[in-house]
């Protein structure tokens, strides 16, 4: 995974994964992969699943990288506590999937809390499921 500051403000983790190095073949299907991660997950709850591809070229002023395929987020919550109104700003968490010709781009923005950066990060780390042969 490699980490990067979005603007000079946002922590970003991203994994660009190769479409040869996994068995999930779309944006839908990885997404459908998080969605399990996340309802078999103790505290992780899922709340939606939104296709800003969808969105984005449904506008009048809409404008995609002509490189992008599909792109979608998965919407979830990891909020073990609400000390104060304050922490709403960080929450829900969500994890972006694009597809771009020859790969996936998995992306999210780190937490302030590790337990759930630590279990983002592992189900991203296991969407390369192949094998070399």
């Known amino acids: 995974m490699k980490q990067t500051l979005l603007q000079e403000k946002y922590p970003i983790l991203d994994l660009e994964i190769p479409k040869v190095e996994t068995t999930l073949d779309s944006v839908g ?3 459908g992969y998080l969605k399990n991660c996340i309802e078999a997950h103790p505290v992780a709850r899922y709340i939606a699943t939104f296709d800003h591809y969808d969105h984005t070229a ?3 002023d809409g404008e995609i990288a002509e490189t992008i395929l599909a792109a979608q987020n998965i919407v979830f919550c ?3 506590k609400l000390p ?3 922490v709403m700003a960080v929450r829900p968490r969500s994890i972006g999937v694009t597809e771009i010709a020859d790969r996936f781009i ?3 923005m780190e937490a302030p809390m590790p337990m759930a950066n630590q279990a983002m990060e592992e189900w991203v780390k296991t969407i390369p499921d192949k094998q070399d042969d």
């Open 29 to 31: 299907a990885i997404i």
């Open 58 to 60: 449904s506008l009048d």
């Open 78 to 80: 990891f909020g073990t």
């Open 84 to 86: 104060s109104a304050h």
């Open 106 to 108: 998995i992306s999210f």
